[in-house]
């Protein structure tokens, strides 16, 4: 048969168009708006995954995410992949079928990672509070007593709530109970303290799209020596290949071995451009990075207050200062509000996550977007859809 002879499907008319991206203000829980610098980076021309000048910029990468983390551990990389990837790497890494896993749920991420360690045949345990609730050291400590997990899930920044979540103290008791722990972190670095040699953290992940703004698609993310002697020294193979870290240890260059040999292709667009993003958070410093955020977030609240909102996380200090979370305002549909918001002023906000839907409304002001300008228009949006949005009369 000829090619000719063929009968052959054409394209889709749409697949004749040009491409086209609307301009808008990411001002919710993420993605961020990617700034030019690291727009151009993710733009250089690409070069081989395995070629030497990209081992360097992963082995940049490596350093700038030590950095961020504040962690000297060796087991540094990034994921091929969102923050998803990490949450899934960490779990499958650590924890053997049957073994015993500890998650706190107080938001979405908690819920997410027990049913990942569920689906992979953990056993979980978990401890629970409604959005915008918080874990004692104390009720912590109970649970990891009862429960004897191999590891403890906690969110430092849990975005579905708008909560910061204290870690002073954690690492050290989930040490006492001979258990590691593993904190996300997605939605919090580079906007919230976090020390992760200093506060004991085994497992650390993040992801780019938020404070660090590099486009979606690679994960921080960093095992301390104890969670490399837990994983590297299992009785079974995890049960994903690709996200298997005796590979991806190789790949990274952290294991040691002279060769580093083909695992698969990582994402070099994005690697480039994250490695860029931690160049600007080097830049700026981590302190500055995390002052400059609780500067713009108080702003932010005090605007909203002064607009007769309330704020869903009453405590000052448990507020996640990149995305602050709205209570409802009553009588008015949350979804028509942020509808309006985007048709009028070209601005993202949204609802809840998970179990906060219909509870909030969160607005995310990360890294590049984080500054009083940006601060000041999403509370005139936000004041001009109270006006003209339906308030009902229930
Ligand atoms: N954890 C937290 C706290 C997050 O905010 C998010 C993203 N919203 C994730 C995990 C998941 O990250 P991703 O969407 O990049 O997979």
Known sequence: MTVQDQSINFPNTCMLRPLEVPFRYLFGPGPSNVP??????????IIGHM???MFGIMNDIKKGIQYAFQ???????AMSGSGHTAMECAVFNIVEPGESVLVAIN?????????????MGAKVHTLFKTPGGHFTNAEIEQALAKHKPVLFFLTHGESSAGLVHPMDGVG???????????????????????????????????GSQKALNAPPGTAPVSFSERACHKMFNRKTKPVSY????????????????????????????GFFALRESLAILAEMGLE?????????????????????????????DLRLPSVTTIAIPEGYDWKELL???????????????????????RIGLMGYNCNKANAAMALAALEDALKQCRKSKA
């Open 36 to 45: 030019p610098r690291i727009l151009a980076a993710g733009g250089r021309p």
């Open 51 to 53: 070629h030497s000048e």
């Open 242 to 269: 690709l996200l298997d870290m005796t590979h991806l240890s190789n790949y990274w260059g952290n294991d040691g071995k002279p060769e580093r040999i083909y695992h698969h292709t990582g994402p070099v667009s």
């Open 339 to 361: 509808a309006y918001i985007m048709k009028h002023h070209r601005i993202e906000f949204t609802g809840g996550l998970g179990p906060s839907v219909g509870m909030v409304l």
């Open 71 to 77: 962690t000297s551990n060796n087991m540094t990389l």
């Open 172 to 206: 050290d008791i989930c040490h006492k109970y001979n258990c590691l722990l593993l904190v996300d972190s997605v939605a919090s670095l580079g906007a919230a303290p976090l020390l992760m040699d200093q506060q004991n953290i085994d497992i650390l992940y993040t």
């Open 107 to 119: 938001g979405i991420w908690g819920e997410r990672v027990a049913e990942i360690a569920e689906r």
């Open 288 to 316: 500055n990075s995390w002052s400059h955020h609780t500067e713009i977030a108080e702003y932010l609240w005090k605007g909203l207050e002064d607009l007769g909102l309330k704020l869903f996380i009453k405590d000052k």
